[in-house]
């Protein structure tokens, strides 16, 4: 129909789902990725390369950093033990909890301090590292300035993004900086 496959980019939420649709679609030429491959995308092009961490890094960190001891109090070292455990069976809540603190926050949003966060702030610096939250937050920050915006603004005619409903605010504030000619939202209402 006339238009550049190379203007085109569709947004899914997992790379299995990005993988299954450069199948279905069979043109190369259109970009298909993760919001988050997006984002490293345009933070290395701007030259900020950070390692990307994940929860159970912290975890590590968090036991050399706080192990207690064999002289500290048996009760003690039954804690950290006990907390180190909690860390593992729920490390998907926890890294939730401190994702949605993150991107609350980077939008106004006043929000409950989620455990461990102070920790893993101060595990962040040391590493200076970064993770998925920071990534959208960083792009979402660049693109308020022209500098960083240029370089993406009106790149895409059409923007495709898949799982809409789980779209966070700092998400579509960023693709909508884009500038595209079009937008399709693809999502289930029922999921919202």
Same mark, same amino acid.
């Given at each position: 129909?006339?238009?550049?496959?190379?203007?085109?980019?569709?947004?899914?939420?997992?790379?299995?789902?990005?993988?299954?649709?450069?199948?279905?679609?069979?043109?190369?030429?259109?970009?298909?990725?993760?919001?988050?491959?997006?984002?490293?995308?345009?933070?290395?092009?701007?030259?900020?390369?950070?390692?990307?961490?994940?929860?159970?890094?912290?975890?590590?960190?968090?036991?050399?950093?706080?192990?207690?001891?064999?002289?500290?109090?048996?009760?003690?070292?039954?804690?950290?033990?006990?907390?180190?455990?909690?860390?593992?069976?729920?490390?998907?809540?926890?890294?939730?909890?401190?994702?949605?603190?993150?991107?609350?926050?980077?939008?106004?949003?006043?929000?409950?301090?989620?455990?461990?966060?102070?920790?893993?702030?101060?595990?962040?610096?040391?590493?200076?590292?970064?993770?998925?939250?920071?990534?959208?937050?960083?792009?979402?920050?660049?693109?308020?300035?022209? /500098?960083? *915006?240029?370089?993406?603004?009106? $790149?895409?005619? +059409?923007?495709?993004? @898949?799982?809409? !409903?789980?779209?966070?605010?700092?998400?579509? /504030?960023? *693709?909508?900086?884009?500038?595209? $000619?079009?937008? +399709?939202?693809?999502? @289930?209402?029922? !999921?919202?």
């Amino acid at each position: 129909r006339g238009v550049d496959p190379k203007k085109i980019i569709f947004f899914s939420f997992t790379k299995a789902a990005t993988d299954e649709l450069i199948k279905r679609i069979g043109n190369k030429d259109i970009k298909v990725t993760t919001i988050h491959a997006f984002c490293l995308s345009v933070l290395l092009k701007a030259g900020k390369k950070k390692d990307i961490t994940s929860l159970f890094d912290f975890i590590d960190w968090y036991k050399a950093a706080y192990k207690p001891s064999n002289l500290a109090p048996r009760s003690d070292i039954d804690e950290f033990y006990h907390n180190i455990s909690e860390m593992y069976e729920t490390a998907d809540l926890i890294s939730g909890q401190i994702s949605a603190f993150k991107l609350q926050q980077a939008d106004g949003i006043k929000s409950k301090l989620p455990k461990y966060f102070l920790d893993y702030q101060k595990y962040q610096k040391e590493r200076k590292s970064r993770d998925f939250s920071d990534m959208l937050i960083e792009v979402f920050e660049m693109f308020k300035e022209d /500098k960083w *915006l240029n370089m993406w603004k009106g $790149k895409y005619d +059409y923007i495709f993004i @898949d799982e809409y !409903q789980d779209t966070s605010t700092i998400q579509l /504030k960023t *693709l909508l900086a884009l500038n595209a $000619k079009h937008y +399709y939202m693809i999502g @289930d209402v029922f !999921q919202s």
